[in-house]
């Protein structure tokens, strides 16, 4: 059983940065990659940042040059640093590990 745990969520700025950590307990092998998604209202949740085992990873176009993901395989833990926030990237923000997710992490881009 896999347990993943956002935070670092909340209220920022237009321009503003947060960084968002998931960590996972459990069996986690890091041959899988982990991911990041997002959930804004009325919409369908959207892969927004994948890191592979070996430390590669893929962005959505929509944040790509502004958000960064890494993974602390020792601590079990990814993170996904945004920069240059958008009202656009208001969303509910989830960890996924394989077929696990976590509860999710308001993110709030407003001025």
């Known amino acids: 059983q896999v347990q993943l745990v956002e935070s670092g969520g909340g209220l920022v700025q237009p321009g503003g940065s947060l960084r968002l950590s998931c960590a996972a307990s459990?069996?986690?092998?890091?041959?899988?990659?982990m991911n990041w998604y997002r959930q804004a209202p009325g919409k369908q949740r959207e892969l927004v940042a994948v890191?592979?085992?070996?430390?590669?990873?893929n962005y959505a176009d929509s944040v790509k040059g502004r958000f960064t993901i890494s993974r602390d395989n020792a601590k079990n833990t990814v993170y996904l640093q945004m920069n240059s926030l958008k009202p656009e990237d208001t969303a509910v923000y989830y960890c996924n590990y394989v077929h696990y997710w976590g509860q999710g992490t308001q993110v709030t881009v407003s001025s």
């Open positions: 890191i592979f085992k070996g430390g590669n990873t």
């Open positions: 459990g069996s986690i092998f890091s041959i899988y990659p």
